[in-house]
């Protein structure tokens, strides 16, 4: 069994180290979090061992799993990696791609694994669909939230975004050509709405928005692609594949038939995949542990995650040029 210590004990920190204690693959050693009262406080709600010092910590566990501030990323990663502990890091890797390449370079020079917390990966929609996805030509994608205050000191783009950046690079198997993208600031400093359409070399397009300031919650993508197309409700945990094939000669009676105008008849057909319910936090994490015991590669790699923070940084740069031109 694999020790574990949890860095941060925030919103999310605590669900990590809910799921983290009732893990078989992992035995939770504990936490700390740099809010000393915020720690005592936890640590007595539920038990968990708090750690006065990062060092500490460190000598007593075999991976460390970094859920702080995407400020500390980097620091965080870092004293972990020269220490040769494995570590999963919440999304987004870094404050930047130069600090997450670096993180990169210190997991391979000492040899230990990473994973990036893309938990959408790990959404059982996505799961239950991502095989039938193949070569899509369009994606839509929106990401609503309604507002909360936690999160708004970075873009909605490093915010929400991300995610479905991250997902549509792990579906489409092509570099992006160009990025065209707006972006709105209403209730933040930085932009709460923000839309991204992304064109990749192949020919895929792929139109991304994200709001965190939406009267109801939404996370969709559509993904088109030839003879099909999937539908994931990331939210409600949902899929959809609608598509067609060659029309049979004598058409069943609910049959569905649609004729183009040169005269090819094709069959819509509808399936919906069985979606296994899981928690996507604690599948990603007992992923990395598997991961680590089997010597293989994690599901998430930090290079991918570095690339899903390369992306959504460009779309920012996009921002920040619109806003230049006028």
Known sequence: MLKIGVLGAGHLGKIHLRLLQESDKFELVGFYDENQENGERVAKEFGYTQFRTIASLLTAVDVIDIVTPTLSHYKCAKVAIKSGKHIFIEKPISNSVEEAEEIIALAKEYNVKGQVGHVERFNPAFIAIKETIANPMFIESHRLAEFNPRGTDVPVVLDLMIHDIDIILSVVNSKVKEIHASGIAVISETPDIANARIKFENGCVANLTASR???????????????????????????????????????????????????????????????????????????????????????????QGTEALRVAYQVIDCFEKNNTLQ
């Not at 590669?297 to 930090?302: K, N, R, S």
């Open 213 to 303: 300031i939406s009267l109801k919650n939404m996370r969709k993508s559509r993904f088109f692609q030839k003879d099909a197309y999937i539908s994931v409700d990331f939210l409600e945990k949902k899929c959809e594949v609608v598509k067609m094939k060659e029309a049979p000669d004598v058409p069943g009676d609910f049959d569905m038939i649609l004729q183009n105008a040169e005269g090819v008849k094709k069959q819509i057909y509808f399936a919906n995949p069985d979606v296994e319910q899981n928690n996507a936090i604690f599948a990603e994490l007992e992923s990395f542990a598997d991961a680590i015991t089997t010597d293989q590669q994690t599901v998430v790699t930090l290079e």
